[in-house]
């Protein structure tokens, strides 16, 4: 059972270019999300989708895309790159709880990808 | 944006000792939960609490839910040089979103 894999784990871009981050699950898990890591600040929401198909944006949209075409995967997409994207970036999933329910169900960390924009 | 804070920023402790760290909110929440965060990896999630006042245990670690659910608090007891990392708490956002503190970074002195 992998959980949450990210891909790839380092990657170097310069100011301008585009690429894709690829996230994967094999838990069933009908919402995923992506963050961004930066030093002392924690873990900022880019962007999150409930389910195949719909997505929304988080605390951070700007200058990322994202789509989700199957339950299981979720990339994210840098179009033009800036140093300012300079971060780590974890993608994160967690089971739909119940409408009505009490709680809200944990979500499930991949190891990251480690962007630098030069 | 809803906002949380984590105490103390950071701590060195000698091996052996207790630590306590906790989390406050402007917001009421109905989860909390505890991650850990080794070098190099992803958040790990150590603790989830549910319910107001709730006391949970894994292993070495405690956590609660405080009583006005705006506050949680983590306790390990018995440091060991694996405990190093940091620590954050995560409180519900919006819908399934969690918003997280900015972490306590945790070092461990042998």
């Known amino acids: 059972n992998a959980g949450v894999t990210q891909t790839p784990k380092f990657q170097v871009l310069k100011t301008g270019q585009s690429m894709t981050l690829q996230c994967a699950q094999d838990?069933?898990?009908?919402?995923m999300s992506w963050y961004r890591q930066d030093p002392g600040m924690g873990l900022r929401l880019i962007h999150y989708?409930?389910?195949?198909?719909?997505?929304d944006q988080g605390e951070v949209p700007n200058g990322y895309n994202v789509s989700r075409s199957t339950t299981e995967d979720f990339p994210l997409r840098l179009l033009s790159a800036a140093p300012s994207q300079t971060s780590v970036y974890f993608c994160?999933?967690?089971?739909?709880?119940?409408?009505?329910?009490?709680?809200?169900?944990?979500?499930?960390f991949g190891n990251g990808t480690r962007l630098t924009v030069t | 944006g809803q906002q949380l804070n984590q105490s103390p920023q950071s701590m060195f402790i000698q091996e052996g000792e207790d630590v306590s760290m906790n989390c406050t909110s402007s917001?009421?929440?109905?989860?909390w939960l505890w991650y850990k965060q080794d070098p190099g990896e992803g958040p790990v999630l150590l603790i989830a609490l549910y319910k107001a006042g709730e006391l949970t245990s894994n292993g070495r670690l405690t956590a609660q839910f405080g009583i006005t659910r705006k506050d949680s608090f983590l306790n390990i007891s018995a440091s060991i040089p694996s405990d190093v990392g940091i620590y954050f708490c995560?409180?519900?956002?919006?819908?399934?979103?969690?918003?997280f503190g900015p972490g306590t970074r945790l070092s461990v002195l042998p």
């Open positions: 994160a999933s967690s089971y739909t709880t119940g409408t009505g329910e009490a709680y809200n169900s944990p979500l499930h």
């Open positions: 917001s009421i929440f109905n989860t």
């Open positions: 989708s409930v389910g195949a198909g719909i997505t």
């Open positions: 838990m069933n898990h009908e919402y």
């Open positions: 995560a409180g519900p956002n919006y819908g399934q979103n969690f918003v």
